[in-house]
Protein backbone atom coordinates (compact mmCIF):
# COMPACT_ATOMS: atom_id res chain seq x y z
CA UNK A 1 0.00 0.00 0.00
CA UNK A 2 1.44 3.42 -1.37
CA UNK A 3 -1.72 5.56 -1.39
CA UNK A 4 -3.10 7.43 1.54
CA UNK A 5 -6.78 7.07 1.93
CA UNK A 6 -8.19 10.15 4.41
CA UNK A 7 -10.93 8.84 6.58
CA UNK A 8 -12.04 12.11 7.47
CA UNK A 9 -11.05 15.64 8.74
CA UNK A 10 -11.09 17.38 12.70
CA UNK A 11 -11.32 20.91 12.85
CA UNK A 12 -8.59 22.27 15.76
CA UNK A 13 -9.85 25.83 17.13
CA UNK A 14 -7.55 28.13 19.06
CA UNK A 15 -7.61 31.13 20.89
CA UNK A 16 -5.17 33.77 20.40
CA UNK A 17 -4.70 36.51 18.07
CA UNK A 18 -5.22 36.60 14.22
CA UNK A 19 -1.73 37.91 13.93
CA UNK A 20 -0.30 35.10 15.82
CA UNK A 21 -1.81 31.94 14.74
CA UNK A 22 -1.08 28.56 16.82
CA UNK A 23 -2.25 26.83 14.10
CA UNK A 24 0.52 28.12 11.57
CA UNK A 25 3.26 26.31 13.49
CA UNK A 26 2.43 22.95 14.86
CA UNK A 27 5.01 20.86 15.42
CA UNK A 28 3.65 17.43 17.75
CA UNK A 29 0.17 16.28 19.16
CA UNK A 30 -0.60 13.27 21.61
CA UNK A 31 -3.83 12.59 22.39
CA UNK A 32 -5.03 11.45 26.34
CA UNK A 33 -7.87 8.77 27.40
CA UNK A 34 -9.84 11.63 28.04
CA UNK A 35 -9.87 12.01 23.95
CA UNK A 36 -8.25 15.50 24.81
CA UNK A 37 -5.55 16.49 22.14
CA UNK A 38 -2.16 17.92 23.49
CA UNK A 39 -0.56 19.72 20.49
CA UNK A 40 2.78 22.00 20.76
CA UNK A 41 4.33 24.75 18.61
CA UNK A 42 7.94 24.70 17.77
CA UNK A 43 7.76 28.88 18.29
CA UNK A 44 6.67 28.63 21.76
CA UNK A 45 7.04 28.03 25.52
CA UNK A 46 3.87 26.34 26.21
CA UNK A 47 1.38 23.34 25.54
CA UNK A 48 -2.12 23.86 23.59
CA UNK A 49 -5.13 21.00 25.46
CA UNK A 50 -8.41 21.16 23.12
CA UNK A 51 -11.30 19.43 24.25
CA UNK A 52 -14.11 17.65 21.92
CA UNK A 53 -16.75 19.92 21.70
CA UNK A 54 -19.03 18.58 18.47
CA UNK A 55 -18.19 15.01 16.33
CA UNK A 56 -14.11 15.67 14.63
CA UNK A 57 -14.40 19.40 16.39
CA UNK A 58 -11.72 20.55 19.10
CA UNK A 59 -11.98 23.66 20.81
CA UNK A 60 -12.08 24.96 24.74
CA UNK A 61 -8.33 25.63 24.17
CA UNK A 62 -6.53 25.79 27.43
CA UNK A 63 -2.91 27.43 27.11
CA UNK A 64 -0.44 25.86 29.76
CA UNK A 65 3.07 27.73 30.39
CA UNK A 66 5.53 25.51 30.60
CA UNK A 67 7.97 27.77 33.22
CA UNK A 68 5.30 26.41 35.48
CA UNK A 69 5.39 22.95 35.57
CA UNK A 70 9.27 22.10 35.00
CA UNK A 71 12.45 23.68 35.33
CA UNK A 72 13.46 25.33 31.71
CA UNK A 73 17.04 26.17 30.84
CA UNK A 74 15.95 30.30 30.57
CA UNK A 75 12.94 32.52 30.03
CA UNK A 76 13.81 33.35 27.12
CA UNK A 77 14.32 30.93 24.21
CA UNK A 78 12.15 29.20 22.31
CA UNK A 79 11.55 25.40 23.16
CA UNK A 80 11.53 24.05 19.48
CA UNK A 81 9.00 21.17 20.86
CA UNK A 82 9.14 18.80 18.08
CA UNK A 83 8.04 15.25 19.45
CA UNK A 84 5.24 15.12 22.34
CA UNK A 85 3.80 11.86 23.32
CA UNK A 86 1.39 10.35 26.14
CA UNK A 87 1.96 6.89 28.53
CA UNK A 88 0.22 7.36 32.15
CA UNK A 89 0.11 9.67 33.78
CA UNK A 90 2.43 11.63 32.18
CA UNK A 91 2.85 13.84 29.36
CA UNK A 92 6.31 13.60 27.59
CA UNK A 93 7.58 16.42 25.09
CA UNK A 94 11.07 16.67 23.42
CA UNK A 95 12.83 20.17 22.25
CA UNK A 96 15.01 19.04 18.66
CA UNK A 97 18.40 19.30 20.49
CA UNK A 98 19.44 21.64 17.83
CA UNK A 99 21.51 24.27 16.85
CA UNK A 100 20.61 26.86 14.11
CA UNK A 101 21.26 29.22 11.36
CA UNK A 102 19.24 32.34 11.07
CA UNK A 103 16.95 33.10 8.07
CA UNK A 104 18.61 35.49 5.21
CA UNK A 105 15.92 38.18 4.38
CA UNK A 106 17.59 39.18 1.51
CA UNK A 107 17.13 42.88 2.24
CA UNK A 108 20.79 43.25 3.54
CA UNK A 109 24.43 42.05 1.83
CA UNK A 110 26.44 42.33 4.46
CA UNK A 111 23.96 41.36 7.36
CA UNK A 112 22.93 38.05 5.11
CA UNK A 113 26.35 37.18 4.78
CA UNK A 114 27.28 37.51 8.76
CA UNK A 115 23.49 35.44 9.65
CA UNK A 116 24.90 32.86 7.13
CA UNK A 117 28.36 32.41 8.96
CA UNK A 118 26.51 32.42 12.08
CA UNK A 119 25.41 29.36 14.23
CA UNK A 120 23.65 29.91 17.54
CA UNK A 121 22.83 27.67 20.52
CA UNK A 122 19.28 28.02 22.58
CA UNK A 123 19.90 26.42 25.71
CA UNK A 124 15.89 25.67 26.07
CA UNK A 125 15.80 23.37 22.75
CA UNK A 126 17.73 20.18 24.90
CA UNK A 127 14.83 20.04 26.83
CA UNK A 128 13.10 16.01 27.69
CA UNK A 129 10.83 16.33 30.44
CA UNK A 130 7.36 14.66 31.78
CA UNK A 131 4.63 16.47 32.98
CA UNK A 132 1.50 14.61 35.19
CA UNK A 133 -1.71 15.34 33.39
CA UNK A 134 -5.19 14.62 34.56
CA UNK A 135 -8.88 16.32 33.81
CA UNK A 136 -7.79 18.35 30.79
CA UNK A 137 -4.83 20.16 33.18
CA UNK A 138 -0.81 19.62 33.78
CA UNK A 139 0.57 19.72 37.23
CA UNK A 140 3.74 19.56 38.82
CA UNK A 141 3.24 16.87 41.48
CA UNK A 142 0.38 14.76 42.43
CA UNK A 143 -0.86 11.56 43.76
CA UNK A 144 -0.84 8.45 40.96
CA UNK A 145 -4.68 7.85 39.49
CA UNK A 146 -4.36 4.26 39.94
CA UNK A 147 -2.04 3.79 42.70
CA UNK A 148 -3.10 6.65 45.07
CA UNK A 149 -0.62 6.09 47.67
CA UNK A 150 2.19 6.17 44.66
CA UNK A 151 3.58 10.39 43.96
CA UNK A 152 4.39 11.32 40.22
CA UNK A 153 6.46 14.81 39.94
CA UNK A 154 7.17 16.63 36.37
CA UNK A 155 10.68 16.02 35.54
CA UNK A 156 13.51 16.65 33.06
CA UNK A 157 16.29 14.94 31.65
CA UNK A 158 19.35 15.73 33.82
CA UNK A 159 20.97 18.94 32.95
CA UNK A 160 24.68 19.50 31.87
CA UNK A 161 26.93 22.48 30.48
CA UNK A 162 26.61 21.12 26.84
CA UNK A 163 22.90 20.27 26.99
CA UNK A 164 21.70 17.11 28.93
CA UNK A 165 23.11 13.61 30.08
CA UNK A 166 22.04 12.35 26.43
CA UNK A 167 24.06 14.61 24.44
CA UNK A 168 27.11 14.28 26.44
CA UNK A 169 26.89 10.47 26.09
CA UNK A 170 26.32 10.91 22.28
CA UNK A 171 29.52 13.11 22.12
CA UNK A 172 32.04 10.27 21.32
CA UNK A 173 29.60 8.05 19.58
CA UNK A 174 31.02 6.76 16.54
CA UNK A 175 27.97 7.43 14.36
CA UNK A 176 26.77 11.16 15.72
CA UNK A 177 30.04 12.64 17.80
CA UNK A 178 31.37 14.16 14.68
CA UNK A 179 28.11 16.20 14.43
CA UNK A 180 28.32 16.95 17.74
CA UNK A 181 31.51 18.11 18.08
CA UNK A 182 31.24 20.29 15.27
CA UNK A 183 27.66 21.72 15.36
CA UNK A 184 26.12 21.26 11.96
CA UNK A 185 22.53 23.26 11.98
CA UNK A 186 19.17 21.92 11.99
CA UNK A 187 17.73 21.55 8.10
CA UNK A 188 21.58 21.11 7.18
CA UNK A 189 21.48 17.29 8.05
CA UNK A 190 22.65 18.26 11.41
CA UNK A 191 21.54 16.45 14.41
CA UNK A 192 17.62 17.00 15.09
CA UNK A 193 15.56 15.54 17.07
CA UNK A 194 12.21 15.81 15.67
CA UNK A 195 10.05 12.32 17.28
CA UNK A 196 8.87 10.87 20.25
CA UNK A 197 7.11 7.67 21.00
CA UNK A 198 7.20 6.31 24.84
CA UNK A 199 6.16 3.27 26.44
CA UNK A 200 7.00 3.12 30.29
CA UNK A 201 10.15 4.34 31.04
CA UNK A 202 11.83 3.55 27.65
CA UNK A 203 11.77 6.42 25.13
CA UNK A 204 12.53 6.31 21.08
CA UNK A 205 13.41 9.47 19.45
CA UNK A 206 13.45 10.09 16.09
CA UNK A 207 15.90 11.93 14.62
CA UNK A 208 15.42 14.06 11.45
CA UNK A 209 19.00 14.37 10.67
CA UNK A 210 21.37 13.08 10.48
CA UNK A 211 20.37 11.11 7.83
CA UNK A 212 23.96 8.69 7.09
CA UNK A 213 24.21 7.24 3.39
CA UNK A 214 20.39 7.21 3.67
CA UNK A 215 19.79 6.08 6.96
CA UNK A 216 17.79 7.89 9.35
CA UNK A 217 18.18 6.87 13.05
CA UNK A 218 16.10 6.43 15.79
CA UNK A 219 17.64 6.50 19.26
CA UNK A 220 16.57 4.42 22.10
CA UNK A 221 16.59 5.22 25.54
CA UNK A 222 15.58 4.24 29.43
CA UNK A 223 15.29 6.75 31.75
CA UNK A 224 14.88 6.72 35.69
CA UNK A 225 14.16 9.15 38.37
CA UNK A 226 17.68 10.14 40.19
CA UNK A 227 16.10 12.28 42.75
CA UNK A 228 12.56 14.39 43.01
CA UNK A 229 12.57 16.10 39.19
CA UNK A 230 15.81 14.96 37.95
CA UNK A 231 15.86 11.80 35.65
CA UNK A 232 18.98 9.80 34.79
CA UNK A 233 19.48 7.54 31.74
CA UNK A 234 20.02 3.64 32.46
CA UNK A 235 22.80 1.54 31.02
CA UNK A 236 20.80 -0.65 27.75
CA UNK A 237 23.42 -0.88 25.14
CA UNK A 238 26.30 -2.15 23.62
CA UNK A 239 29.06 -1.89 26.46
CA UNK A 240 26.64 -0.16 28.88
CA UNK A 241 25.98 2.79 26.88
CA UNK A 242 22.50 4.36 27.94
CA UNK A 243 21.04 4.01 24.31
CA UNK A 244 20.39 2.07 21.21
CA UNK A 245 20.53 3.26 17.60
CA UNK A 246 18.11 2.04 14.86
CA UNK A 247 19.12 2.75 11.49
CA UNK A 248 15.93 2.68 8.79
CA UNK A 249 16.04 2.96 5.17
CA UNK A 250 13.05 5.73 5.26
CA UNK A 251 13.99 5.80 1.05
CA UNK A 252 16.92 8.58 2.34
CA UNK A 253 14.09 10.68 4.27
CA UNK A 254 14.47 11.67 7.70
CA UNK A 255 12.04 11.32 10.93
CA UNK A 256 9.38 13.70 11.67
CA UNK A 257 7.46 12.18 14.28
CA UNK A 258 6.85 9.03 16.03
CA UNK A 259 3.86 6.74 17.71
CA UNK A 260 3.41 3.58 18.95
CA UNK A 261 0.58 1.25 17.58
CA UNK A 262 1.18 -2.14 20.53
CA UNK A 263 4.55 -3.01 19.88
CA UNK A 264 5.12 -1.51 16.34
CA UNK A 265 6.49 1.86 15.89
CA UNK A 266 4.85 4.40 13.48
CA UNK A 267 7.00 6.71 11.44
CA UNK A 268 6.74 9.89 9.65
CA UNK A 269 9.32 10.38 7.20
CA UNK A 270 10.12 13.59 5.31
CA UNK A 271 13.19 15.60 4.16
CA UNK A 272 16.06 16.43 6.30
CA UNK A 273 16.85 19.72 4.60
CA UNK A 274 14.83 22.90 3.74
CA UNK A 275 13.39 21.33 0.99
CA UNK A 276 9.83 20.31 -0.21
CA UNK A 277 9.40 16.51 -0.76
CA UNK A 278 8.26 13.15 0.13
CA UNK A 279 6.05 12.41 2.96
CA UNK A 280 5.37 8.98 4.01
CA UNK A 281 3.89 6.65 7.14
CA UNK A 282 6.51 3.68 7.87
CA UNK A 283 5.84 0.61 10.55
CA UNK A 284 8.66 -0.46 12.14
CA UNK A 285 7.16 -4.08 13.71
CA UNK A 286 7.96 -4.98 17.03
CA UNK A 287 10.50 -2.68 18.17
CA UNK A 288 9.86 -3.14 22.05
CA UNK A 289 11.03 -6.67 21.55
CA UNK A 290 14.53 -5.27 20.05
CA UNK A 291 17.16 -6.08 22.26
CA UNK A 292 20.35 -3.99 20.51
CA UNK A 293 21.04 -1.98 18.07
CA UNK A 294 19.47 -2.67 14.26
CA UNK A 295 19.18 -2.25 10.53
CA UNK A 296 16.25 -2.33 8.98
CA UNK A 297 15.47 -2.31 5.08
CA UNK A 298 12.36 -2.27 3.41
CA UNK A 299 10.95 -5.92 3.62
CA UNK A 300 8.29 -7.59 4.41
CA UNK A 301 8.18 -8.28 8.75
CA UNK A 302 11.24 -5.62 9.16
CA UNK A 303 10.51 -2.73 7.54
CA UNK A 304 7.29 -1.68 5.79
CA UNK A 305 5.99 1.14 3.75
CA UNK A 306 2.40 2.13 4.26
CA UNK A 307 1.37 5.18 2.19
CA UNK A 308 2.71 8.24 0.88
CA UNK A 309 0.75 11.50 2.34
CA UNK A 310 -0.06 14.25 0.13
CA UNK A 311 1.90 16.60 -1.08
CA UNK A 312 2.06 20.12 -1.84
CA UNK A 313 4.59 22.47 -2.90
CA UNK A 314 5.53 24.86 -0.11
CA UNK A 315 2.61 24.11 1.88
CA UNK A 316 1.25 21.36 4.41
CA UNK A 317 4.72 20.52 5.84
CA UNK A 318 3.72 17.65 8.21
CA UNK A 319 5.12 17.47 11.78
CA UNK A 320 3.05 15.92 14.26
CA UNK A 321 1.21 12.38 14.39
CA UNK A 322 -0.97 10.34 16.50
CA UNK A 323 -3.34 7.38 17.20
CA UNK A 324 -7.06 8.43 16.31
CA UNK A 325 -10.51 6.44 17.05
CA UNK A 326 -12.25 7.47 13.70
CA UNK A 327 -14.95 5.80 12.20
CA UNK A 328 -14.59 2.53 14.29
CA UNK A 329 -10.89 2.09 13.08
CA UNK A 330 -9.08 2.26 16.79
CA UNK A 331 -5.96 2.77 15.22
CA UNK A 332 -6.33 5.66 12.45
CA UNK A 333 -3.98 8.32 12.16
CA UNK A 334 -4.08 11.75 13.12
CA UNK A 335 -1.48 14.46 11.27
CA UNK A 336 -0.81 17.72 12.12
CA UNK A 337 1.15 20.07 9.65
CA UNK A 338 3.30 23.19 10.16
CA UNK A 339 2.82 25.77 7.49
CA UNK A 340 -1.06 24.66 6.63
CA UNK A 341 -2.27 24.99 3.24
CA UNK A 342 -4.92 28.34 2.58
CA UNK A 343 -7.57 25.61 2.30
CA UNK A 344 -6.97 23.94 5.30
CA UNK A 345 -7.88 27.32 7.98
CA UNK A 346 -11.82 27.81 8.34
CA UNK A 347 -10.84 31.20 9.75
CA UNK A 348 -8.02 32.71 11.91
CA UNK A 349 -6.82 29.98 14.51
CA UNK A 350 -9.35 27.20 13.09
CA UNK A 351 -7.63 25.38 10.71
CA UNK A 352 -8.38 21.10 9.36
CA UNK A 353 -6.00 18.53 10.60
CA UNK A 354 -6.11 14.92 8.95
CA UNK A 355 -7.28 11.31 9.46
CA UNK A 356 -6.00 9.02 7.56
CA UNK A 357 -6.25 4.91 7.29
CA UNK A 358 -4.24 3.11 9.54
CA UNK A 359 -3.98 -0.88 8.07
CA UNK A 360 -3.26 -4.11 10.51
Not at 82 to 106: A, N
Amino acid sequence: MTESFLLSRVLLQFNGKADNPLGEDLSAIAITPDNCLWVASDETRTLECLSPTAPYVYSNHQQFLLKNFIDLFNQEDEIDIEGMDYDSPYLWLIGSHSTKRKKVKGKDLEKDLNKLATIKTEPNRYLLARIPVQDKKLFKSGSHPEQTDKKITSAVLQKTDDGNLLIDALKTDQHLGIFLSSPIPSKENGFDIEGLAVCGDRLFIGLRGPVLRGWAIILEIEVEEREPGILTLKPIGQEGKPYKKHFLDLDGLGVRDLCLSGSDLIILAGPTMTLDGALKIFRLPNVLKRPENSLSAQKEGELELLFNLPFRLGTDHAEGLTLFPCLEQENSLLVVYDSPDEMRKLKSNALFADVFQLKP
